[in-house]
């Protein structure tokens, strides 16, 4: 666990280029059969279950496909019983009718039996396969770089995490078991029919022809609209995360018509995509109703003449018919399936994409041990750009002693945050190193790297808990005594104490229920007891009053004793007993040296302090 202990949220701000993710809409999947190719070897770990699931519902569809051949038998007998009784020759064998419904009632038993159970195991399959998918995107995030954060949106993510997951879990369910079925059912129904009437079959699979040509045009047009559905989703759901997020400032700037004006835009387009999605997918029933339709016509017209002409018996017409609608229906749901398809392929390979995505490096080959290091840091002719055609640090060094407290100053953009991104391998680096007691940054596993840290930011990160899980967050495996001592010194214990609940308080999602202030004491608290070599604090106590001010100043000075700290200061009166001061100035430190010492130069940190000073004067 790392011990940045106020860490910005999922939604990054960063100092570089911020993006959006990739919204194109209306492109088709750019490699379907790849995709599920992908798909079918990630499944391929279930093929017992799917065996079972094939196998279980082959037995029920032929159950399913036996039983209207076996009632046209039944049909028949009791045909050939009024005929019988009619002329005087007899009568309807009652006992023969009863075997033959009795066999057609176990049929129908052992193919809903077998029905359950593929639909029981299925159904197990897409929700395991879901939740791995879902492990190992959360693993993945862990493993991807912040660049790109930079580059896609919170609710872009979020969609593949829940949205597309959704429907490649809802597909599978479907699909497979789907195709199973209807391949089987038109095989079994293809062999019953020849089985009554070659003539009347023919005429039956003419119409096949002309909805197989009705369904791959649909398709066709179809598949850019599915794949264009999930993405503009991912744009509805990072817009409406995003206003919730920060519903406040829109009130505050009066920016309700302009975000309605923005999601109404993304919400039309992906009612467009999804109004001609879903309205080409139903298409299909009817016209493949029509088309069946037709072919059922003509087969009865067909079968009348036959059976007039005593070449076939009313049972077999009255099957024939059956499997005539049954021969239809398993071509509109493989049509149906193929919409289905669509859809799993454009979600999966989504998924896919993102599971692709470029990782850092988290382990290295024989790291280096930070437990016994100093605190010392260096940086050498360190260069940096978050696009490697914008450089922003141009030449940066600096060499910084164990326990010694380091102020980075300089204007807005000068490029103070982006060094601590840097120092913390959030950012590897273009050109140069920076040295940790004597060692490359990038010889540290990433996760024992940041174990030296502890980071307070201006933008505090507190989640849904309690104030002692927050504050427990530095060091989970901390006491009570240790959590109520570092609340001490944060000066947080005696506000907590006057709390309904104390440290039992549940602080909401946005932790809006304690003030701003109050928030930035906590993440202070976490600080503490997270107990690091090396700490950072952006502006720390920027929301806190003056007094309360001094008081942390004071708590953070007996913590940072014996410790190296970095200090991103705006108000320079908060940093003149530092031993270092780097100032920045376009990526480049300008002057360095300590408060007495610079203002002595006259140069740019002159003229910042002194700018300052006649504001407050």
Known sequence: MSNTTNQTRMRPRPHGPMGHGPMGGGEKAKDFSGTISKLIRYISKYKIQIFVVMISAVCSTVFNVVGPKILGEATTEVFNGLVAKITGSGGIDFGAIGRILLILFLLYIASSVFSFIQGIIMTGVSQKVSYQLRDEISKKINRMPMKYFDKN?????????????????????????????????????????????????????????????????????????????????????????????????????????????????????????????????????????FVGNIGYVAVAIFGGYLAVNGKITVGNIQSFIQYVRNFNQPVTQLAQVSNQLQMTAAAAERVFEFMEEEEEDIIVENPTNPDKLTGSVEFKNVKFGYLPEQTIIKDFSAKISPGQKVAIVGPTGAGKTTMIKLLMRFYDVNAGEILIGGHNVKDFNRSELRQMFGMVLQDTWLFNGTIRENIRYGKLDATDEEVIEAARAAHVHHFVTTLPDGYDMELNEEASNVSQGQKQLLTIARAILADPKILILDEATSSVDTRTEIRIQKAMDNLMKGRTSFVIAHRLSTIRDADLILVMKDGDIVEQGTHEQLLEQKGFYAELYNSQFEKTA
């Open 153 to 289: 949106t919170h609710g872009e993510i979020l969609s593949r995490v829940t949205n597309d997951v959704d429907t490649l879990a809802m597909s599978l369910n479907q699909s497979i078991t789907q195709i199973i079925t209807s391949v089987t059912t038109l095989i079994g129904v293809l062999i019953m029919m020849l089985s009554i009437s070659g003539s009347m079959t023919l005429i039956a699979i003419l119409s096949l022809p002309v909805s197989l040509v009705f369904v791959s045009l649909i398709v066709k047009h179809s598949q850019k609209y599915f794949k264009a559905q999930q993405e503009y989703l991912g744009v509805v759901n990072g817009q409406v995360e995003e206003v919730y997020g920060g519903h406040t400032v829109v009130k505050v700037f009066n920016a309700e018509n302009k975000v309605m004006k923005d999601f109404d835009q993304a919400n039309n387009k992906l009612y467009e995509t999804a109004w001609k999605s879903q309205f080409l997918s139903g298409m299909m029933q009817p016209i493949m109703a």
